[in-house]
């Protein structure tokens, strides 16, 4: 063939191409959304080639692939004019199969780039054909090619030279820094790129100046320069059958000088000199077994120390969990440069840079990860340290002790001395100031300490459950009726509320319901072929009780009140570490780099929340009162929730309940609903007022009558001298009651919250409850016995008698009987062998979360049903339940400790527990009490309506005889006094047992009643009573009201 007709055929050939290209680059097509080397693009249908559509345009480009030398590189024939970010040139590095560059993960590292795909690059430089100008520039190659097409000829791009050299893109000139160093060889880079562990290429075709920039490092060279300077071999181009510089002697090797050793490489000979040893390298290591990475002269590159073949040697820096170490076997003997730990897919770490209290990796997983929450008491120096000027001494973590591998260079941590706690199966060391305590015991035989527990991490086969149990948590299952979609229909999200029978899910009452569009900007992406329509009531609800994917869907479509969206934060290509790995990258607004998943029936979705920590949850995990992204963001900006102090959540309806779930009681104890010991202002004058008065009036009245002149020596008179000192007493220990309860609530004050666990098991607590119940049955039975006493008297119609000894000693028995039964009444339900009857439940300690609050005997046996499983008694003795919680946990340390709720411990004015209902274990004895009670002012009541009808009668039949007209005078004067007396008790009783028997029988709830009723109802006629039968009392009274009258 003759060279015109090869020229001829060559213009020809040259012509087509043009042609194609500029049709091509024209063309407008129908598209589809493809997959191309894991991106989502826009192709054209029905082409031979492979035509591109640009993304948010209607223009189209080519691609196709050209050689240079032995690389196949990637050539476009047009940039896409809206494309900020570069987004044509993602898929490319998959297309062109170009090996060469890092892995596509260390672009995430670098934070100036816009995009992690490269760029594709229209040169200033016009060749024969412009098209052929534009050039794929990977993100992690620093150079870019100029092609002429036809005539292959490559031009490299100069970065940071002040000259742009792209049309379309400044990145030639992106990230540059004025500080520029110059290399000997006249080169010239970034003083950031010198000595940074990656070698760079200055330029392609000329290896002269391969790593030139790793060089000269922290005063010691490596490689050699030659011919004046000019030339630089670097390490890896060395050979051992070469003399210095010259690459064709045939004279002495470098290998057979002195004191120089060799290694192999692919079957090559090459040296190992110090200027040579620890050099960095890119993908192949100077030698096959990595002995040039060993025994480093530059201390600067050691990171470890170990044994390799039997002999202490060191380890440089790019041997040891970096991209260039999977190239390299294991050195060490004990294999301690390969204890590398992936902590997400942004960075790799070796295992003694974690818990280090450095932040080595970008997104701080190396110092957030389990490991790190416990630690050991003592600390040791690491093998492994990037900082070689300082020793790296810190505390480990407990999961490293005796695990078998020597993570102290003195082998500290495998000594067995470390201090432990526990024994057996629940021996474990110790951490930081951490003081022993039980463990949980789960079924399998492990255990779970105190700390985790209930931490809504299943770690135990049925902790989770046993917890919810004994929290009795709210049920978050707000999951919604989805029907699938697929690429031309929307999925449909139905609430239960809007289907129209459970065998018809498609149908759902239109008229009831609306559907809407659940479309957000942030989750919307290039290619996305699923879409979802939200069929919701018609109405705007409160979403302040819905959860998880219900949430979701309402707040994020509009229909929540007082509720916004959650899904804030946008899903970008690096979201979601260590998940997703068939992800697929799209483009976001046309603004960022994002991924989607592919279903099944190959439709795209993004469908989870992006936690701060770019953790995904799926929607039905946001929302829900768990941390699942660990933490708490898929939680913080829900307004259904209560967040504790101990961060725990809770559902709003747990707030101010009246019931303790937070482990640190901040849902009962915050600025809403503080509980006090008297809550409000009016209760504590009132307490301390009539306090104060019972007091000071009931001691004057019984000092009056035990100390005063009696003036009658008769039966009757001292009868009621008797009683009323009684009564005064029983008056007396309400008032000191009520004294004590004012001093204890102003001491504790608002604090009171906090520490009423505390107080309502306190013996304090128990013992002016009994006090204060003493002196109310005292003085009942007291009034009982009088007017019993006194409707004899006046019945009898007798003349008055003097006392004998006959009566001291039944005055005396009916005094000790009344004593006896009211402490009887009160300290019965303390007693150790009536706990079964009487205590209401045990109360923990606040760190041991399962739980939380008292818990009933009821609520133990749902505990052990879950725990044990099925079990046949549901009511149990405390001594049983005692035991089997015990079962439930070690006892190394002394056990759970618990306190019992007794009696008086219902409710903090510590009162007898007089409102019961059917499941209250004392029920019975309660009831029997105030049948008791209104059994007395039923017998007061009839006495003195007797004693007036007596009266009464007896005065019409001696209304002539003048001395017993005067006797029944002061009888009726006294009688007036006594009814007053009674009267004032009928109306406290009265209306207190019929709120007690309402309460029995569950027509209302009366709990809380017990601050009025033990505060102002019960106690005050303890102020009144000495005022109304007392003489003295009532004088002073009555004339320091006169001289007020008088003054005022």
Known sequence: MTKGVLGEMIRVLRLCFLLQLLLDRGTTCATEVIEFYNFLQLACKNTSSLVMKCPFSSETYFLRTTYLGRLRQVIVNGTCSNDPISYQACGLRGYSDFLNFRKATDSFYQEERRTFCGFVCETMKQGMLAPGNIWYIPNSGKFGMNSDTMNIKATWLEFCDGTEDCKNTEIDEEGCFDDMYTMRTGGELEASKICDGDCERVTFFDNSDYCEDEAYCNGFTYGIYCDADTRYISPMDMRCNQLSCDEESTGVSLCDQENVTACTRGGLVVPLLNSTRCFTFSDTPMCDNGLDQ?????????????????????????????????????????????????????????????????????????????PCLKRTVYTCTRPFSLDTSSINVVNFPLVWVNDGVEDCQGSEDENEQWPTC?????????????????????????????????????????????????????????????IEGSITTPKVVIFPSCLDGLMEIERFQNSLCRRVPFKLKNYEFLGKTSSTEVAAPGRRLSCDYMFGEAYVYLSCTGQCINSSCPLTKPVQHSSCANQFPGRIYSLRNNADITFAVRSRDHLYHNDFFVCDNSNCVPFEHVCNLVDNCGDGSDERQCTNNFLCVSQDYLALSQKCDGSIDCPDTSDECNDECGRQIINTIYLKITAAVIGILAMALN?????????????????????????????????????????????????????????????????????IGVGNTIGSQISLFSMTALSIIRYRSINSFTAPRNVSCRFWVKISLICTLIFLASVTIAVLPLLPVMEDFFVNGLVYDQHIRLFVGSKSKIAHFSIFQEYFGRMNKKVLKWSVINELVDAMFSRDHGGIRRHPLRFYGNDPVCLFKYFVTNEDPQRVFVWSVLL?????????????????????????????????????????????????????????????????????????????????????????????????????????????????????
């Not at 110790?430 to 300490?449: D, N, P, Q």
């Not at 005063?708 to 007493?729: C, D, P, R, Y």
């Not at 007053?980 to 709990?1007: G, R």
Request: aromatic content about 8%; overall charge neutral.
């Open 932 to 1048: 008791l009670n209104f059994i007395c002012i039923f017998t007061i009541t009839c006495s003195y309506v007797l004693i007036n009808l007596i009266t009464v009668s007896s005065s019409n039949l001696v209304a002539d005889d003048r001395s017993k007209k005067c006797l029944r005078k002061q009888h009726r004067k006294m009688q007036r006094k006594i009814a007053k007396l009674i009267t004032t008790d009928l109306v406290c009783w009265c209306p207190f047992l019929a709120i007690c028997i309402l309460h029995s029988f569950e027509v209302l709830d009366a709990t809380p009643m017990y601050s009025y009723f033990s505060i102002l109802v019960l106690p005050i006629n303890s102020a009144i009573n000495p005022v109304l039968y007392n003489e003295i009392v009532n004088s002073s009274i009555h004339e320091a009201v006169k001289k007020i009258k008088k003054n005022f």
């Open 422 to 482: 526990g024994t057996g199966i629940t021996m474990r060391y110790r951490g930081i100031e951490e003081m022993c305590s039980e463990v949980y015991l789960c079924a399998s035989g492990s255990f779970v300490e105190l700390p985790s527990l209930c931490d809504k991490v299943e770690t135990c086969g049925n902790e989770i459950r046993v917890c919810q149990i004994s929290s009795n948590t709210v049920s978050t299952s707000n999951r919604v009726v989805a």
């Open 294 to 370: 060993t025994n480093c002269s530059d201390p600067s590159r050691v990171v470890l120390s170990c044994e390799i073949n039997g002999y202490i040697s060191t380890v440089s820096r790019t041997a040891v969990c970096t991209k260039q170490s999977r190239f390299l076997p294991q050195l060490c003997d004990n294999g301690l440069d390969k204890l590398c730990v992936e902590t997400s897919i942004f960075c790799l770490v070796h295992k003694h840079q974690l818990c280090d209290g450095r932040v080595d990796c970008p997104d701080k997983t190396d110092e957030l990860g389990a």
């Open 699 to 767: 001691f004057v009245a019984m000092s009056q009558s035990l100390f005063g002149k009696w003036e009658s020596k008769h039966v009757n008179s001292v009868t009621n001298k008797v009683f009323i000192v009684l009564i005064g007493l029983g008056d007396l220990l309400t008032g000191v009651y009520l004294v004590i309860l004012s001093g204890l609530d102003i001491y504790y004050g608002e604090t009171f919250c906090i520490f009423q666990i505390e107080w309502l098991t306190s013996k304090v607590c128990s013992l």
